[in-house]
């Protein structure tokens, strides 16, 4: 796989355009969230990927992958499954900076995204398109194999809907047929702690001082 591709740090001028979206959304002396001024120095073994379960206005999760210096990042209200049979969902959102990755905590009720973030998982990815992932996503598909803690194997990203204000569309995530493949969701159901560092969702927000509005704590709903 040819990692200069997909990830590593961009050109600051690049990575800041790509960013503006992602900055004029939030007033960073409020939000705890990174604003993206550091680059990024790079990583063994491949471009990451993070996976954060999100509860705002209603509960989804985040999948993002790294792709030339930035997070490609879509809402995926139900989550991602193991299951092929299970066409998920992919809503294109704004790209994040790098160190978003490693974010987990409650960004202010009234600001963009207010709620509270866990990282559900994390790892790295490898590309399985046969093209860049830029030029995949330009294309409306790219596939990618998951190395990481709960989600492995190989997936999918089809734009089937193309257009919409931004001009991304709308996407389906699938499970790819392999060896992690299973029926049922997975470990949306049964994992639904933080990989790193090992809290619930309610445990996140009320370390900050906040409780998760209308919604039972993990231990109660599962």
């Keep these: 796989m040819?990692?200069?591709a997909d990830s590593g740090a961009a050109p600051g001028d690049a990575r800041d355009s790509a960013l503006s979206r992602y900055r004029?959304?939030?007033d960073f002396a409020r939000?705890?969230?990174p604003d993206?001024?550091?680059?990024d120095g790079g990583r063994e073994g491949g471009p990451l990927f993070v996976v954060q379960r999100h509860i705002a206005r209603s509960e989804h999760y985040d999948l993002r992958l790294e792709v030339d210096g930035v997070l490609k990042s879509w809402a995926v209200p139900k989550g991602p499954s193991t299951d092929p049979d299970d066409k998920r969902l992919a809503v294109p959102t704004e790209?994040?900076?790098l160190d978003y990755a490693g974010f987990e905590g409650t960004i202010p009720a009234d600001d963009y995204g207010g709620g509270t973030v866990l990282?559900?998982?994390t790892g790295t990815y490898a590309n399985t398109t046969g093209r860049s992932m830029a030029?995949?996503?330009a294309h409306g598909h790219v596939s990618f194999e998951l190395n990481g803690e709960k989600l492995t194997g190989r997936f999918a990203?089809?734009?089937f809907r193309p257009g919409g204000a931004d001009e991304q569309g709308q996407w389906l995530l699938v499970k790819e047929h392999d060896s992690a493949a299973g029926s049922g969701s997975g470990p949306v159901s049964t994992r639904p702690e933080s990989v790193r560092t090992g809290r619930g969702i309610g445990e996140v927000a009320d370390e900050e001082g906040r409780t998760v509005e209308g919604r039972p704590r993990d231990g109660d709903r599962r």
Aim: charged share 40%; net charge neutral.
């Design 2 to 4: 040819d990692r200069s």
């Design 24 to 26: 004029r959304r939030r």
């Design 31 to 33: 939000t705890a969230e």
């Design 36 to 39: 993206g001024s550091t680059g």
């Design 95 to 97: 790209d994040h900076p």
């Design 119 to 121: 990282v559900w998982d």
């Design 135 to 137: 030029e995949g996503l």
């Design 157 to 159: 990203l089809h734009r």
